[in-house]
């Protein structure tokens, strides 16, 4: 599946979407489509209760219908979130909007935000980050980057609702199976989430696997700031 804009392109490589007609960089996010038969993530290890957490930052998206907490995985998937904090810095997510929701079954699916391939906003694309290097697996809550091919990831990225294995990487799998480049989770605002998911969704809008999956009066991001997080 691939998620447009650089964004769900719901990889492409477990069930190949068709990507979105994109204009010249920075590429329009990519369309999620998930397989028939969705792929269940590979196991993991417990976690030791002994071991330091992680390494995170917080950062508060404002939107027009409330605010999400997102606590960022620094120490696990540097590189994501450096990039996503770099537009957060620049203030190039202030005034986008969530674009685009993907039901996927009963409280289940993900909504996608950020530039929408708005070059004048756009800084460079980054290396991809796959699941199988950082542990962040797509579980309910996961905020991630929305991609076409692997390393063109920019600004546009998804949350999810719900589980859904079939965005981590699965590299038993043929085609591309690097999957999304998952980078954090939204601690407060979850229920904003799932409010923007079940919003009305335009019938004629987008292309491809996009098609439908449009918000058809899509939420405002008015800031996206870092917090500290002794002061939310």
Do not use: C, W
């Amino acid at each position: 599946m691939r998620l447009g804009y650089g964004f769900l392109t719901v990889l492409a490589v477990i069930t190949p979407l068709h990507a979105q007609t994109a204009p010249p960089p920075p590429v329009a996010p990519p369309p999620i489509a998930g397989p028939s038969a969705p792929l269940s993530a590979p196991p993991s290890a417990p976690a030791d209760p002994a071991a330091p957490r992680p390494a995170t930052v917080t950062v508060r998206l404002q939107t027009s219908e409330g605010a999400l907490v997102l606590e960022l995985e620094k120490q696990r998937a540097p590189i994501t979130t450096a990039n996503f904090l770099r537009y957060v810095d620049a203030k190039r997510l202030d005034n986008t909007t969530f674009y685009r929701a993907m039901n996927l079954g009963p409280d289940t699916g993900l909504i996608q935000g950020g530039i929408k391939g708005d070059g004048a906003r756009a800084f460079p694309p980054i290396a991809h980050e796959p699941t199988s290097k950082t542990g962040i697996l797509h579980t309910d809550a996961t905020i991630s980057l929305a991609r076409l091919a692997p390393g063109t990831g920019r600004a546009d990225f998804f949350i999810t609702v719900g589980a859904v294995p079939f965005l981590d990487a699965h590299p038993d799998q043929p085609g591309d199976n690097s999957g999304y480049a998952a980078f954090g989770h939204v601690v407060e605002g979850m229920d904003i989430v799932r409010r923007i998911l079940a919003a009305p969704t335009s019938p004629t809008a987008g292309e491809g696997a996009m098609k439908g999956q449009m918000i058809a009066a899509p939420i405002r991001i008015l800031t996206a700031r870092r917090i500290d997080p002794a002061r939310r």
